[in-house]
């Protein structure tokens, strides 16, 4: 008889939410695709990340229960909206949640403004905001407003993700920003760098490495051009132009 394999993930991904709730269904769906990878492979993929969907309850707790020792790590997305803050069942259940989730990644989502009256999980936890509530009436406008919805929640879980895989940890425990080094020639010109550079400060908490703004004058650039591309970043980003394979740096990096 054959020996029964135990397999411990190294991540497992929670989407929680109200079962009336629409709207947190829909993101909900969206944020399954993504991670799923089912808009770049279809159905028959299977290199996505687990992720299970919870929008019952049995008494005070989530049914099924949210299984700790299943996986590494474990993030859950706590999809919150009036219908989950209305309903004295689902409060008390994400009291016990969070207090059973402790030392997992926990990311609440702001779906409606109705959040900020859990005193309980906005005094505890930071929450994701994805932009204006208010639904448009016109089916096209309202498509696309669940399109930026989503783009937001799974652009920041995402990268709350990464940074908490990434376990690179301040004093206080908090999970360090994501550091982009971006390449580039700069006889090509600068912009293409610097858009992306004063784009990721306004989409996200990544911060971009970038020599101009990070080197000091009077000082050498070999060290901690090195540091940076070799160990505190999380990405390269090149800018790959006619001139960057003919840069001797361009291509150190």
């Not at 689902?90 to 989502?109: D, I």
């Not at 783009?151 to 940890?169: F, G, K, P, S």
């Not at 490495?209 to 505190?232: R, S």
Request: glycine residues 6%.
């Amino acid at each position: 008889m054959s020996a029964v394999v135990s397999i411990t993930l190294p991540l497992s991904i929670y989407v929680v939410f109200h079962p009336e709730a629409d709207d947190c269904r829909d993101l909900a769906g969206r944020l399954f695709d993504w991670f799923r990878l089912e808009e770049h492979a279809g159905d028959s993929c299977e290199a996505g990340l687990p992720i299970w969907f919870r929008s019952r309850l049995d008494g005070e707790r989530l049914s099924p229960p949210l299984d700790w020792g299943g996986a590494e790590r474990n993030a859950v997305i706590i999809l919150v909206d009036d219908h989950m803050v209305a309903d004295p069942r689902w409060r008390s259940a994400l009291e016990v949640l969070l207090h059973e989730s402790e030392g997992q990644l926990r990311l609440p989502v702001a779906v409606d403004d109705s959040f900020y009256r859990l005193g309980f999980l906005y005094g505890a936890l930071n929450p994701i905001r994805i932009g204006d509530p208010r639904a448009p009436d016109e089916p096209q406008a309202r498509e696309r407003w669940q399109q930026q919805r989503a783009q937001l929640a799974r652009r920041a879980v995402t990268e709350a993700i990464i940074r908490e895989l990434r376990d690179h940890r301040r004093e206080d425990g908090r999970p360090d920003n994501l550091q982009i080094f971006l390449s580039h020639a700069k006889a090509d010109g600068t912009d293409i760098a610097e858009a992306i550079r004063d784009s990721l400060a306004g989409l996200s908490q990544m911060q971009a490495w970038y020599d101009a703004n990070e080197l000091p004058p009077g000082y050498g650039w070999d060290t901690p051009m090195k540091q940076a591309a070799e160990q505190n970043t999380a990405v390269l980003l090149s800018v790959v132009t006619d001139v960057y394979p003919t840069r001797h740096w361009c291509r150190q990096e």
